[in-house]
C-alpha cells in the first residue's frame, strides 16, 4: 500500500524560531498533499492543501505568511511554521492523495514551542 | 452547523459486543465517506470507506451509507479492547471537493 514518511516524529522548538516538517510519498507520486493540525481531545483541522508546482490554497483562518508550505516535486511537501508560539504547539498530520489507495496520512509531528 | 457530525461519546461497550459509531453529514454533494481509527499520540488509519447506498463489509466492520438520510455509520462486530480508539468519520465531495472533512470523532473504550 501507499506510504508517507513525516519527519520528524516530534519537535520542540524556543519561541520565535522557525521550524520545517518534511513529508514525503515514499512508493507514490502525490499531486496534492494536504496538511492538518490537530489540538488535544480535537479532531483533525484541515490547514492547507499542498499542489505540486504551484502555491498552496489556504483554508480560512489559516495565515499563509506563517504557515508556510512548500510542494517541489512529486513526493515531497514542507511546511515551515514560522515564528512559532506557544500557541503554535500541536500535533501537525499531513497526507497524500494516491489515485489507488486514497488518503494516506504520515505519522505526524508534535510541536511543543516553549 | 458542522458539516460532519458524530457522537463525541465516549462509547462504551463490552468485549465481543458490537459497537456502532454513527455520523451525519450536511452537504447533499459530499460522494464518498471515509472511517478512521485514531489512537491517542498516532495518526488515522484507514478503516473502510463508502461511496454507494447500503453496507459494505470488510472482516469484522460493516460501514452503511444512506444518502437519503445523510447518515453514515461504522458497525464493530465482536469488539476487542484493542479497538479502543477513537473513530473519525470524514466526508469527501460537494464543498469538500478534493478533500476530507471530518467529524469531531467518537471516542470508543472496549472493556474486558
Known amino acids: 500500500g501507499a506510504v508517507v514518511s513525516q519527519h520528524p516524529s516530534w519537535v520542540i522548538c524556543k519561541s520565535g524560531t522557525s521550524v520545517k516538517i518534511e513529508c514525503r510519498s515514499l512508493?507514490?507520486?502525490?499531486?496534492?498533499m494536504f496538511w492538518y493540525r490537530q489540538f488535544p481531545k480535537q479532531s483533525l483541522m484541515l490547514m492547507a492543501t499542498?499542489?505540486?508546482?504551484?502555491?498552496?490554497?489556504?483554508e480560512q483562518g489559516v495565515e499563509k505568511d506563517k504557515f508556510l508550505i512548500n510542494h517541489a516535486s512529486l513526493t515531497l511537501s514542507t511546511l515551515t511554521v514560522t515564528s512559532a508560539h506557544p500557541e503554535d504547539s500541536s500535533f501537525y498530520i499531513c497526507?497524500?492523495?494516491?489515485?489507488?489507495?486514497?488518503?494516506?496520512f504520515g505519522s505526524g509531528t508534535r510541536l511543543t514551542v516553549v | 452547523q458542522k458539516e460532519v457530525e458524530q457522537n463525541s461519546g465516549p462509547l462504551s461497550v463490552p468485549e465481543g459486543a458490537i459497537a456502532s459509531l454513527n455520523c451525519t453529514y450536511s452537504?447533499?454533494?459530499?460522494?464518498?465517506f471515509f472511517w478512521y481509527r485514531q489512537y491517542s499520540g498516532k495518526s488515522p488509519e484507514l478503516i473502510m470507506f463508502?461511496?454507494?447506498?447500503g453496507d459494505k463489509e470488510d472482516g469484522r466492520f460493516t460501514a452503511q451509507l444512506n444518502k437519503a438520510s445523510q447518515y453514515v455509520s461504522l458497525l464493530i462486530r465482536d469488539s476487542q479492547p484493542s479497538d479502543s480508539a477513537t473513530y473519525l468519520c470524514?466526508?469527501?465531495?460537494?464543498?469538500?471537493?478534493?478533500?476530507?472533512?471530518f467529524g469531531q470523532g467518537t471516542i470508543l473504550t472496549v472493556h474486558p
Open positions: 497526507s497524500a492523495q494516491d489515485i489507488n489507495y486514497g488518503y494516506t
Open positions: 512508493d507514490f507520486q502525490a499531486t496534492t
Open positions: 499542498s499542489n505540486e508546482g504551484s502555491k498552496a490554497t489556504y
Open positions: 452537504d447533499r454533494g459530499s460522494q464518498s
Open positions: 463508502i461511496y454507494s447506498n
Open positions: 470524514a466526508g469527501e465531495g460537494g464543498t469538500s471537493y478534493g478533500k476530507l472533512t
